[in-house]
Structure formats: C-alpha cells, structure tokens
C-alpha cells in the first residue's frame, strides 16, 4: 500500500474562538493550511470584539 496517494481525504484547519463572557464558540474555516488558518485567526478575533468580551482564547485545530 503506497501511503503517499492515499485515498482518504486530507483534514482541514480550523480556527475555533471561545469566549468567556458571553459565553459562546466559534468554529471558523475550513482552511486549506494551518497559516492559512492563523492569518485569519485575528481578523475573526478583531470582529469579536464588539462584543466587548471578558477572555477570548482562539485554537487552530485540524480535524
């Protein structure tokens, strides 16, 4: 078996955002790249911020 071609998919990159107060998660992509998803990473936490939140704790994950 020639592990190079194989035929399951490849995981995306995920951004996923939570906040403390609200309390909510975001999960943001998929993205193609883990810097893909790092660049974008701040622009979405720059877009939270009206909700003037009291922690933010953003993650790249690959699922």
Known sequence: MNTL?????TSAWWVEVSLF???QTYHLGP???REEA?????THVKDLLHQAPRD???LIKQH
Do not use: T, Y
């Open 5 to 9: 071609f194989s035929s399951q998919p």
């Open 21 to 23: 107060i609200p309390q």
């Open 31 to 33: 993205f193609n790249s």
């Open 38 to 42: 790092k660049l974008s990473r701040g």
């Open 56 to 58: 933010i704790v953003a």
